[in-house]
Structures are given as structure tokens and as C-alpha cells.
């Protein structure tokens, strides 16, 4: 079955310090690989996919994420976390339709 | 301009009753899709069309029935309302496999 797994529930970091949110999937083929974020009572807005290419991909507010086939995973990084990165992530996987992780919750602290 | 919207917000509604959360998208997207996020904000894809045309009908109950009346507007219509149909309804939108954009959600309460 095709799945997408967020280990953890929760991240806390500081701000300033690096964050890294993990997540691993299991697909079978090429997957399309994304990760979103939802700030509360708002809708999911897209941060940075990756379908092919280089394994470290950039996207929005400073957020990157690898790809490690090997591992199967994707995981989230920045190099240097703010405050207003609080929200809820999911990773997400597109065999045809999107398979969503459960979520994890950043909390950055100041 | 809002990229994708939804209509209504809010809609608080009693078991048993029959109604409908439209959207829009001003995108130009050949797909539109229905999720639905439970209170723990898990988030399941309900419906799929493209171009009109539906393509991905997940387990959902036939009491959930979607329609595209054109490639910019995907409606979900909900016969005899229930208590677990409590939840956030978002409807999204994309390019082929490209990255899909979210409207704000319909947060429904069934009483």
C-alpha cells in the first residue's frame, strides 16, 4: 500500500536554530514528492516538491527539503527557524492523487 | 484576486438535512479536488475531476456527490447529513502533477 509516514507528532525548536520535520513514504514507481503547511483555520499552502533532478530542492520561506531514495525519505529542513514558522506540516505523496502524512506540529520557540 | 474559494465558510446544520459547499478556481487548472481534514486534521482525498471529467472517486459515501458543471468549479452536495460528516472540507486545485493550491476550507458542523 502507498503510504506516506510523519514520525513525529510535534517538533519544538528554538528560534534561530535549525529544524528538520521527517518524513518517509512508500511508493511504488517515481514518486512526486511535496510538503505543505497550514496555519490554523487556513487552507493548506504549497512549500516545495520534488519530481525529478537535483535532490535538494528549495522552495518557499527558506524551507528545503532532500530526497534520499535509498532511505525513502524527504525530509524538511531550514537552516534557521523563526518564530512565525509555527504551524502545521504535512508531507504529501502523488501516486495519482495526494496521500498526506498526518502532520506534524512546529512549535518555535522565542 | 483569491485563487481557489469556497462557499460557504461556516455551515452549521442539523443530521438529516441536505446541503452543498461550492468552489471556484481562477486559475485556468484542468483538476479540482474535494478533501476532507477530521478533527485529529488528518486529510483524505474525497473526489478528483478532470476536465469535468470525474477521475478519482475514493471510499466515500454515495450520499456525498460531487459536480463540475465547468473546469473552474467543483461543487460537493451532502444528502442526509450525519454527525461524523463533522469536519474542514477543502477543495484544491492543479496542473496535471503539479503542485495543487488549497481554498480556505468549509468547516461543517452537524448537530
Known amino acids: 500500500a502507498q503510504s506516506v509516514a510523519q514520525p513525529e507528532d510535534q517538533v519544538n525548536v528554538a528560534e534561530g536554530n535549525p529544524l528538520t520535520v521527517k518524513c518517509t513514504y512508500s511508493v511504488s514507481g517515481n514518486p512526486y514528492l511535496f510538503w505543505y503547511v497550514q496555519y490554523p483555520n487556513r487552507g493548506l499552502q504549497f512549500l516545495l516538491k520534488?519530481?525529478?533532478?537535483?535532490?535538494l530542492v528549495k522552495g518557499s520561506y527558506g524551507f528545503e527539503a532532500e530526497f534520499n531514495k535509498s532511505q525513502t525519505s524527504f525530509h524538511l529542513k531550514k537552516p534557521s527557524a523563526l518564530v512565525s514558522d509555527s504551524a502545521l506540516y504535512f508531507c504529501?505523496?502523488?501516486?495519482?492523487?495526494?496521500?498526506f502524512g498526518k502532520g506534524t506540529t512546529l512549535s518555535v520557540s522565542s | 484576486d483569491t485563487a481557489v474559494s469556497q462557499t460557504p465558510k461556516y455551515l452549521v446544520t442539523q443530521m438529516g438535512n441536505d446541503k452543498s459547499i461550492k468552489c471556484e478556481q481562477n486559475?485556468?487548472?484542468?483538476?479540482m479536488y474535494w478533501y476532507k481534514q477530521d478533527s485529529k486534521k488528518f486529510l483524505k482525498i474525497m473526489f478528483s475531476?478532470?476536465?469535468?471529467?470525474?477521475?478519482i472517486n475514493e471510499t466515500v459515501p454515495n450520499r456525498f456527490s460531487p459536480k463540475s458543471p465547468d473546469k473552474a468549479h467543483l461543487n460537493l452536495h451532502i444528502n442526509s447529513l450525519e454527525l461524523g460528516d463533522s469536519a474542514v472540507y477543502f477543495c484544491?486545485?492543479?496542473?496535471?502533477?503539479?503542485?495543487?493550491?488549497f481554498g480556505p476550507g468549509t468547516r461543517l458542523t452537524v448537530t
Open positions: 520534488y519530481i525529478t533532478g537535483d535532490n
Open positions: 486559475l485556468g487548472h484542468d483538476t
Open positions: 484544491a486545485s492543479s496542473q496535471r502533477a503539479d503542485e495543487q493550491y
Open positions: 504529501a505523496v502523488k501516486p495519482t492523487a495526494l496521500i
Open positions: 475531476y478532470n476536465n469535468k471529467e470525474l477521475i
